[in-house]
């Protein structure tokens, strides 16, 4: 099973077969660039079998170390690493991106329902947008007709633009 690991400097734990004590354990190391390969990292035994390395792990992908005890190879063991700083990075900004979003999307509903819910006036060739406190103009449109020329009160309109 795959261990998951930050970039930096984090502690790998060897575990020795019957948990023999005073072994030499060593640690070869396989990068992700496909072509580190690091060995002769001798760990440090703690107690009772247990040893450890304080390996720096320098960028971000799969690793895998192979262990020895007293030069035979005995296991290998797979290590994640990811650049959490990075990740961090992107999550802070996707979510001020998405809050911005948010916030457009709100403000667009806003207008609708000021619109939907406030006083429409036509008067000449304008007609008025106020919102629902039927005081505060939302906007104003230039009503034409199918030419294209500005409509009065009586006539036809065929297409409104918003001029403020």
């Known amino acids: 099973m795959a261990e998951i690991f930050k970039v930096g400097i984090n502690r790998l734990v060897y575990q020795s077969s019957d948990f023999t004590e005073g072994l030499i354990v060593k640690a070869s190391i396989y990068g992700p660039t496909a072509i580190d390969w690091i060995s002769g990292n001798q760990l440090t035994e ?3 079998g247990i040893y450890y390395l304080d390996y720096n792990f320098t960028i971000a992908g799969t690793y895998i170390v192979k262990f020895a005890e007293n030069g035979d190879a005995m296991t290998t063991s797979t ?3 990811w650049d959490i700083d990075t990740d961090v990075d ?4 996707n979510s001020r991106y998405i809050s911005s979003q948010i916030t457009n999307v709100s403000s667009n ?8 819910g406030g ?3 036509r008067s000449g060739t304008s007609l008025y947008l106020y919102k629902s406190d039927n005081t505060t103009l939302l906007a104003t449109f ?3 007709d199918i030419s294209g020329n500005a409509v009065g009160a009586s ?3 065929y297409e409104r633009y918003r001029i403020a």
Request: hydrophobic share 50%; no cysteine.
């Open 46 to 48: 703690i107690n009772q």
């Open 79 to 81: 290590y994640r690493v």
């Open 90 to 93: 992107n999550v802070y900004n």
């Open 109 to 116: 509903v806003a207008f609708v329902k000021d619109v939907e």
């Open 119 to 121: 006083r429409w006036v």
């Open 142 to 144: 230039a009503l034409k």
């Open 155 to 157: 006539d036809n309109v």
